[in-house]
Nanobody
Framework: QVQLVESGGGLVQAGGSLRLSCAVS????????VGWFRQAPGKEREFVAA????????YYADSVKGRFTISKDNAKNTVFLQMNSLKPEDTAVYYC?????????????????WGQGTQVTVSS
């Protein structure tokens, strides 16, 4: 079993920044690939970013590439999502998710473990 707890969401003006955290427990952290997903009201869940277990590989959705950065801190068993140049369309509940295997994946069905989500609201 893997447990995930997100934090760091909030309200920010367009152009601002937020850093989301995802605390991971239950398995050796370096073996756990993690992804961030988001879901806006009335929309389907969408992929945001993913990082491999080692942290050496990352993958981003086109909509956030160049603005968001995913990273891992192995000492803290935590995955971060640094979000810069935020836009109102980034408003959503953000979820981190974990899976088995290697590399990165943008497919939500590949992630059996999910956190409870954290709200990000970007005002115009």
């Amino acid at each position: 079993q893997v447990q995930l707890v997100e934090s760091g969401g909030g309200l920010v003006q367009a152009g601002g920044s937020l850093r989301l955290s995802c605390a991971v427990s239950g398995r050796p952290f370096s073996t756990i690939p993690v992804g961030w997903f988001r879901q806006a009201p009335g929309k389907e869940r969408e992929f945001v970013a993913a990082i491999s277990g080692s942290g050496g590989d990352t993958y981003y959705a086109d909509s956030v590439k160049g603005r968001f950065t995913i990273s891992k801190d192995n000492a803290k068993n935590t995955v971060f999502l640094q979000m810069n140049s935020l836009k109102p369309e980034d408003t959503a509940v953000y979820y981190c998710a974990a899976r088995y295997g290697s590399g990165t994946s943008s497919q939500g069905y590949r992630y059996p473990y999910w956190g409870q989500g954290t709200q990000v609201t970007v005002s115009s």
